[in-house]
């Protein structure tokens, strides 16, 4: 099953402040807007979200359809698709994409030890 690029989702308190300390550890912006209290950082391969006030946990994030830059492959396995493999294995969703429509969609899962686990398709 592949799910696509990977990321961390941090629920952060203050994104300034998380922004300076990412940034000591050699992180750099890469997408987002900080006056809407999300980025996206990079180190070499390595992606983390910063995001203020969105959610209360951190989150791990699967983007299908994209590669570690944000760029769109050529192919890849639909959200959806990957929600009915899932479903069929007996995996419980928090959320779910709707599986009569296309383009971006996403879904959540929660793992065993309570991670929230998302899967967020843009194209």
Do not use: C
């Not at 203020?52 to 698709?81: C, H, K, Y």
Request: glycine share 8%.
């Amino acid at each position: 099953m592949e799910l696509g690029a990977f990321s961390i989702s941090l629920a952060v308190k203050d994104i300034e402040l998380s922004k300076a300390f990412y940034e000591k550890l050699g992180f750099q912006v890469f997408g987002g807007d900080i006056s809407q209290n999300w980025l996206i950082l990079k180190s070499g391969e390595h992606v983390i979200g910063l995001f203020q006030g969105m959610f209360e946990r951190n989150i791990l994030t699967f983007n299908p359809g994209w590669d570690n830059n944000a760029q769109q492959l050529d192919s890849f396995t639909d959200v959806r698709e990957l929600q009915r493999q899932l479903k069929a294995q007996g995996v419980e969703f928090m959320s779910e994409a709707d599986e009569s429509t296309t383009g971006p969609a996403s879904f959540m899962v929660m793992d065993p030890d309570g991670n929230p686990i998302l899967v967020d398709q843009h194209v």
